[in-house]
């Protein structure tokens, strides 16, 4: 029998966990929606990798093939991350003999009352338990889901992360990883380099992620040229390289409007480098003081660039953030932190 099946919307979370139960001695299955040949290659040797090939939100053929993993492995606890849910649910309701967790990483979560998600209240009789990202997510589905709060909680997201050895760049360096959709703010970043260049010329920004959004990708393109900032702007687009990044520059950046709890704040942690990011979702409680980077309002490019001239002005006091930072989170957003909490959250009746 299998004792956890983890189908991902939600691709490096999904990932992490289904290594976890891995590790932990449990039988694991993770189920990826689409062949993108993206994270997927990253997925351990000890995690039974499935692919559905699915061409759309009602592509039966991958349903189904879904329906025959579950009936042929039997899982105790099926994941579902992000919308993956929906799928989830139809299975439960024709072979459901297994416990239903479903992981919300919905990143809007300071615009709540702009997305309300009602159609989650009548298909939550399915839902055995609900695993978000932050206290925001757990408070409003408290407020809204027919479940026992306890049935509710928030589980920090944590990183898996190794990185490779080699050098930092000639110049100083800031990775912005994120995907390219509209609440990320890249437009945000972009304003930031166009002013702190009229102070600095020895500086680069990195824009690492998935193209989402095609039409803002190309918007952020142009922006780059009509600012004329292609020599201080590399957009670099999906990688599967994420870690080379994150080696080899000096800082992150985060430039959100929204967000729930980043993995990308938790890998720029991993991996000693210190931070900027927009106090959104909870970051603050990531970065809960100036020790371990530094906060600046969303959509707020003047507090970005002073912010980023901070760092360039002194690489000893960022380092000193960055490996403060790291420690941070090894101890607070680990995955033996995780897999404790989780143990007891889903054998309690």
């Keep these: ?50 692919f559905l090939e699915k061409k759309n939100s009602f592509d039966f053929g991958a349903f189904m093939r879904l329906l025959k993993l579950v009936r042929k492995f039997r899982p105790q606890i099926f994941h579902a991350h992000s919308t993956s849910v929906f799928w989830a649910i139809g299975i439960k309701i024709l072979s459901g003999k297994f416990q239903l967790v479903w992981h919300d990483h919905f990143g809007l979560s ?16 399915w839902i055995d338990k609900v695993i978000t990202v932050n206290d925001k997510l757990t408070s409003y589905w408290r407020g809204n889901l027919p479940l026992k709060p306890e049935q509710i909680i928030t589980l920090k997201n944590f990183p898996f992360l190794i990185l490779p050895k080699t050098t930092k760049n000639t110049k100083f360096t800031f990775l912005h990883l994120a995907n390219f959709r509209a609440q990320k703010n890249h437009f945000n970043l972009i304003q930031a380099v166009a002013l702190l260049k009229e102070r600095r010329k020895d500086f680069e920004v990195v824009m690492v992620g998935e193209i989402v959004e095609k039409e803002l990708y190309e918007s952020i393109l142009n922006r780059i ?46 991996a000693a480098l210190p931070v900027i990011c927009t106090q959104v979702g909870d970051c603050d409680k990531v970065i809960s003081s100036d020790q371990y980077g530094y906060l600046i309002p969303p959509s707020d490019a003047p507090s970005l660039a002073d912010a980023m001239e901070k760092l360039l002005g002194s690489s000893d006091h960022g380092e000193e953030k960055g490996r403060a930072l790291k420690q941070k989170i090894e101890v607070e957003y680990g995955s033996a932190a995780f897999f404790s909490a989780y143990s007891s959250f889903v054998s309690a009746v």
Excluded: W
Aim: aromatic letters at 4%; proline letters at 4%; hydrophobic letters at 35%.
């Design 110 to 125: 300071d615009q709540l009352d702009q997305y309300p998600r009602k159609e989650m209240v009548p298909l939550s009789k």
């Design 1 to 50: 029998m299998v004792d956890t099946l983890e189908m991902g919307g939600t691709e490096r979370m999904s990932i992490n966990i289904a290594k976890v139960m891995a590790d932990q001695g449990f039988e694991s299955h993770l189920v990826v929606s689409r062949r993108s040949g993206g994270m997927s290659s990253k997925v351990p040797r000890e995690i039974n990798l499935h």
């Design 225 to 270: 040229k009509e600012e004329n900032l292609s020599d201080f702007i590399l957009v670099k687009g999906p990688s599967l390289q994420v870690e080379d990044y994150l080696a080899c520059c000096h800082a992150g950046i985060l430039s959100s409007d929204s967000e729930g709890l980043p993995v990308a704040l938790l890998e720029y942690g991993l």
